[in-house]
């Protein structure tokens, strides 16, 4: 039985049929015998369309009330990724960045993860459920809800990966792994199988960004090997590790 993190992306959760697709993934996990924690972004355009909101009432928005606003997305998804689950009879709850024991730094709206407490979620894993995670959010020391700059979903499931000590990480999007460039921009970009955290955050400089570079960082710092992958098919994705021998 293994311990498996996965992430959707705004896209992978973008409509109804979309968290349908992604509840029955889970469950196919599940019935394969795994324990599943997944991580997942507010349905795409959602995080935008609150920003833009806030923008129209304010020229200058608070960023202590943008944190408070943008958090509602993923809150959203978590709950109806959970009730998608709960239609194909898998016990799942979910946690927002504060139940998750996800602490984190910095200004508002740029927050950093500090440390995560897991007990929560040890809990429902050991009870057998499972964990649907709100990624792109934390509670501030001095209990502010925090978000972790855009993409920051991505940072939230590699953090939660390493704290729970993950047997598997994978980031689930609407690509099927790391291409030499954008596959969507580029027409013949190629699929690389394996690529280092470096070569990610080279490229992330360079402007063809798949993840957000924070969470490249801090897979590279503590170690956590990690999958990209499509949400859509089954289609070996790219590895990302520290070392790699086919580019
Ligand atoms: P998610 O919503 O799952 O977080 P993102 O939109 O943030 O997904 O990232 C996935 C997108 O990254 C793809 O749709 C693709 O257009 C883009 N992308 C940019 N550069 C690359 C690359 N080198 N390889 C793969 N995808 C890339
Ligand atoms: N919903 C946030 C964003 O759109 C975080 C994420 O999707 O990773 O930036
Ligand atoms: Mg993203």
Do not use: W
Request: glycine share 8%; with cysteine.
């Amino acid at each position: 039985m293994a311990l498996i993190v996965q992430k959707y992306g705004g896209t992978s959760v973008g409509s109804l049929d979309r968290i349908r697709n992604v509840a029955n993934r889970i469950k196919r996990l599940r019935d394969e015998g795994n324990q599943v924690v997944a991580v997942v972004s507010a349905m795409g355009g959602v995080t935008d369309k609150l920003i833009a909101m806030a923008n129209d009432l304010n020229d200058e928005p608070a960023e202590r009330e943008l944190d408070v606003l943008l958090s509602t997305g993923e809150q959203q998804s978590i709950a109806l990724v959970s009730m998608a689950l709960h239609e194909l009879g898998i016990e799942a709850v979910s946690v927002t960045g504060r139940q998750a024991g996800i602490k984190t730094t910095g200004s508002h709206t740029r927050g950093k993860i500090d440390a995560i407490d897991p007990s929560l979620m040890r809990q429902y894993i050991d009870d057998d459920k499972v964990v649907i995670c709100a990624g792109f959010q934390g509670l501030r020391e001095d209990g502010m809800i925090h978000t972790l700059g855009r993409g920051g979903s991505d940072l939230s499931a590699i953090a939660v990966a390493a704290s729970l000590n993950a047997d598997v990480c994978q980031i689930l999007t609407d690509v099927d792994g790391v291409y030499t460039c954008d596959p969507r921009v580029v027409k013949d970009a190629r699929k690389m199988p394996e690529v280092s955290y470096d070569e990610m955050l080279e490229m992330a400089s360079s402007g063809t960004k798949v993840m957000q570079s924070r969470s490249v960082e801090f897979a590279k710092k503590y170690g956590v090997i990690f999958e990209v992958r499509s949400s859509l098919n089954d289609n070996p994705g790219t590895i990302v590790t520290e070392e790699h021998d086919n580019m």
